[in-house]
């Protein structure tokens, strides 16, 4: 069965009204009475190796009674999560195209060439990979979107790659290139811990510079829960202090260059 222009547009429209009432609801229960309950969030690995300590333990401060539960996982997995209702939320790069699911955008970050410390390039130099040697690199597997956006990029722009290694694991990712000759590209979010470049040497892509963008993704027929609503605020501000962070260091080394 395929609906008329008339039947889907009732669908958006009987969707957000929906909402709207169930947005009402979990706001007056909110007024009565302490937040509390389960709340069950998915995270990319950008966010739970940067943003998500610093959030969790504000948040479980603030709010002792609600029970977390955070997963960790790439974004085909944490769109299907939140579209079978399992996550009252979840944050993923770039906005998937899916029925049943509202989505805004949380922020941009800049992608980052990451190796293990090498003088012949000073930490936070930024690159033009389209010049340097071809590249060994370890990257997400073929569906992931990061990885389908990095390769688009790589072609357009002509850089060369001698290989790559597929590995849906961040942090053994971020421990091989800290020990070998391969590299990797990740957001400068990730990257944020290794801004001192004692044990990865951090490079911004230039030339042109390489950007991804993050999505909140939810449930588009129901509101989120009150804990969910204040949990993901803690998330964003965090996230800012973290933007505030890079902004700075962009800033002196672009004075030091000049």
């Not at 009432?21 to 966010?47: I, Y």
């Not at 389209?130 to 073929?142: A, I, Q, Y």
């Not at 605020?233 to 004075?255: C, F, M, P």
């Amino acid at each position: 069965v395929t609906p008329t222009y008339a039947g889907q547009r009732l669908y958006e429209r009987a969707v957000s009204v929906m909402r709207h009432v169930d947005e009402m609801e979990t706001e007056m229960k909110s007024l009565s009475q302490g937040v509390s309950g389960d709340l069950k969030v998915g995270l990319m690995p950008t966010f739970t190796r940067s943003v998500l300590a610093p959030s969790l333990l504000a948040f479980m401060r603030n709010y002792p009674n609600v029970r977390v539960t955070v997963i960790e996982a790439y974004s085909a997995a944490l769109t299907e999560g939140v579209v079978s209702g399992e996550y009252d939320f979840a944050i993923v790069p770039r906005a998937p195209h899916r029925d049943g699911v509202r989505t805004r955008l949380l922020g941009t970050d800049r992608e980052i060439l990451v190796r293990r410390p090498d003088p012949s390039i000073p930490h936070l130099e930024t690159v033009q990979l389209s010049e340097m040697p071809p590249l060994k690199l370890v990257l997400p597997s073929k569906t992931n979107a990061r990885r389908i956006a990095f390769e688009a990029y790589a072609e357009l722009h002509g850089i060369r790659i001698a290989t790559v290694l597929s590995m849906d694991a961040m942090i053994a990712t971020l421990e091989f290139v800290a020990q070998s000759d391969f590299v990797t590209i990740l957001p400068e979010t990730i990257c944020v811990n290794d801004i001192d470049g004692r044990v990865r040497s951090l490079h911004p892509l230039a030339d042109p510079p390489l950007t991804v963008d993050y999505a909140i993704i939810q449930p588009a027929k129901t509101a989120i829960p009150p804990a969910a609503t204040l949990f993901l605020d803690e998330i964003a501000s965090q996230y800012s202090q973290l933007k505030n962070a890079w902004t700075s260091v962009h800033g002196v080394r672009g004075h030091h260059v000049g």
